[in-house]
């Protein structure tokens, strides 16, 4: 599994691996959890990636509900048909005597105006039907409300949507279903108990490496070090927020861009906005920034 996620441009280690592994043949959800930006989003496309299936995303945020979680009625589809069938309702009913009998009538016409033609799937009702199964990526369910937890336990427990009009869709081939947070609050007990799960933290200066190898794979030898023993100082300050993985690969990139050989204090400082979002980070992080940088360019290269 480890060498099928590196296949789709992911570098996860043995940890990382096995949960997929796990979760992909015993069609068990699985809740992957660390700060934003190490790439939990990324394992969920490379898994759809490496075995094959659609993948089928999620955003959650606060006041996400069913309609547009699981499915909806195609309400303008309705009223267009409605109004097509505006004479032929009329001349239904002329011989009607009553009003029970006129709502019978129209309550034949109503079940059909509530059937599948009508209806509008969305992300976990698509999963569920998927015919040869998916990968369904609930994105940070933190964000979204404890009541939508409620409508995923039945999904996560029997792979399964109810309707009230049309009944129960059962997964033909459970979807592998891929939940991420990012910690902002605390995730009811009822959720978790039915997810393995998998804590994705900062990597390691190797496995850093390895990855900026593999996204920016143009950038020499030596600057990768440089720049990724870099980022690994910066893990060690009291930032407000500390730089991700995502945040290095876009740093890497625009060092690239801008043909740099080695690391240097001026071109650090001239593009640190890269790595951190707020501006107290930067001002904190300039203080030391060329002690920081002579002392990695002195174990990776020449600072003169």
Excluded at 290 to 302: F, H, K
Aim: a negative charge.
């Amino acid at each position: 599994m480890e060498a099928g996620l590196a296949t789709a441009g992911y570098i996860a280690n043995r940890q990382v691996s096995t949960a997929i592994y796990i979760a992909h043949h015993l069609r068990k959800p699985i809740l992957v959890e660390g700060p934003a930006g190490v790439g939990k989003t990324e394992l969920a496309k490379a898994t759809a990636a490496f075995t094959g299936l659609p993948l089928i995303r999620m955003q959650c945020y606060e006041g996400l509900d069913e309609a547009k979680a699981i499915y909806e009625w195609k309400y303008g589809k309705q009223l267009l048909y409605t109004q097509i069938l505006r004479d032929k309702l009329g001349e239904s009913l002329r011989d009607v005597v009553g009003l029970d009998a006129a709502m019978a009538k129209l309550g034949d016409i109503d079940e059909v105006f509530f059937s599948e033609p009508f209806l509008e799937p969305r992300p976990l009702l698509r999963a569920l039907r998927q015919p040869e199964g998916a990968v369904l990526l609930v994105d940070e369910v933190d964000k979204s409300d404890q009541e939508f937890e409620a409508f995923l336990l039945e999904i996560l427990s029997d792979y399964a949507i109810t309707i009230p009009e049309l009944g129960t869709f059962e997964a033909k081939v459970p979807p592998l279903v891929i939940l991420t947070s990012n910690n902002s609050r605390d995730l009811g007990d009822a959720l978790k108990r039915r997810c393995l799960h998998l804590h994705i933290g900062y990597p390691d200066q190797a496995l850093e490496g390895r990855i900026i190898e593999v996204r920016v794979p143009h950038v020499e030898e030596r600057l990768r070090r440089q720049l990724v023993a870099f980022v690994q100082r910066l893990r060690t300050l009291e930032l407000k927020k500390l730089p991700s993985v995502s945040e290095t690969i876009d740093w890497a990139r625009a060092l690239l861009l801008l043909h740099v050989g080695d690391l240097e204090p001026e071109m650090v400082r001239a593009t640190l906005n890269v790595l951190l979002k707020y501006e107290t980070d930067v001002v904190s992080t300039n203080r030391q920034l060329e002690t920081i940088v002579r002392d990695v360019v002195s174990r990776y290269g020449t600072f003169n």
